[in-house]
């Protein structure tokens, strides 16, 4: 399915003709990587690793003018009409707290701790990943123990190349390879804040790694917010063998009576939802609608079959050394 996009894609652009625009820092004129572009009616793309995006009116005709955003920089609003090979972002004031050193924190003994995650293959328990959405997940701090987190275990669900066969552990599963983007959040007052970190946190999942992904991110020093914090995941896209993001388009447009709806494309692996956790930790954000604004999933905020069911929390888990005292 991977080599049949990029052959279209390739396609596309030799006959049509395409506009590729590159993404760079004002200041140190290198590449933004991964810089959100929204077309400003509830649809975007984003840039790949090299902070390179194609635009091209044929393929999106009704988009006039595009807002281009990325952590640590100010917002770029251009009109499609006259859109320039490269586009410089300037870089904004961080609004992150003051970094806090722990001193001889490598020769401090340290227990570790494991949130479990709650896997499931069954795929009516799943959310489909949309470049849209953006989903968040709370952990609380117990205590005031000094905790560094090492880890995030992200559950995902596989489908069976045969539904027949769906399941059979053993069933031959359906080949993906796609792009997460990873964002650390402050808890605001029960909602996600201020990101903890402007690292981009990048990983990329085939069906290779089975049912769980586990994110290795001990080398970011990322520690326990007093009052917790909140991780999140989102899809960035298909990719070719070599882990480079594809230009696939983002969403299909249907004819209704109406007119035309425009619905978003469905990323593989699905993520599955659990009842199994009590509260509702888990928070969504339509990235290019509602103003970019976090909504608490849970019964009432959205129609979901997935809330109907009861299943309201992604339960991704987390590993972290909590430090003794000195």
Not at 55 to 60: D, E, P, S, V, W
Not at 170 to 177: G, I, V
Not at 191 to 215: A, S
Request: net charge neutral; glycine share 6%.
């Amino acid at each position: 399915m991977l080599k049949q996009l990029l052959l279209f894609f390739v396609l596309f652009i030799s006959i049509t003709g395409f506009s590729q625009i590159t993404i760079k820092d004002n200041k140190t004129q290198s590449p933004i990587s991964y810089a959100t572009i929204s077309f400003g009616n509830g649809q975007g793309i984003f840039a790949d690793d090299e902070g390179v995006f194609v635009f091209t009116k044929k393929l999106y005709h009704d988009v006039d003018s595009l807002r281009i955003s990325a952590l640590g920089f100010k917002e770029y609003v251009t009109d499609t009409s006259a859109l320039p090979k490269t586009i410089f972002l300037e870089e904004e004031i961080s609004t992150l707290d003051e970094v806090v050193i722990h001193a001889n924190l490598e020769n401090r003994k340290f227990k570790e701790e494991t949130l479990k995650p709650y896997l499931d293959d069954n795929y009516y328990h799943c959310w489909l990943p949309t470049i849209e959405s953006e989903i968040a997940v709370y952990f609380s701090n117990p205590d005031s123990q000094l905790k560094k987190i090492t880890t995030i275990h992200f559950p995902i669900t596989l489908e069976s190349k045969d539904w027949d066969k769906r399941n059979r552990k053993n069933a031959e599963k359906k080949p993906f390879s796609t792009l997460f983007k990873v964002k650390f959040y402050k808890n605001n007052n029960g909602t996600p804040g201020d990101v903890l970190t402007y690292e981009n946190i990048i990983f990329r999942v085939t069906e290779k790694h089975g049912d769980l992904y586990d994110l290795d991110i001990s080398d970011l020093d990322i520690f326990f917010p007093k009052t917790g914090f909140f991780v999140s995941i989102q899809v960035l896209g298909y990719t070719d063998k070599n882990g480079k993001l594809l230009p696939n388009k983002k969403y299909k447009e249907i004819k209704t009576r109406e007119g035309v709806v425009k619905i978003p494309t469905n990323f593989r692996p699905l993520l599955p939802f659990t009842n199994e956790i009590k509260g509702n930790n888990t928070y969504i954000k339509r990235v290019f609608l509602n103003n970019n604004s976090w909504t608490r999933f849970q019964r009432g905020s959205m129609d979901s079959s997935l809330l109907k069911s009861g299943l309201t929390n992604y339960g991704v888990g987390i590993s972290y050394n909590a430090y003794k005292d000195e």
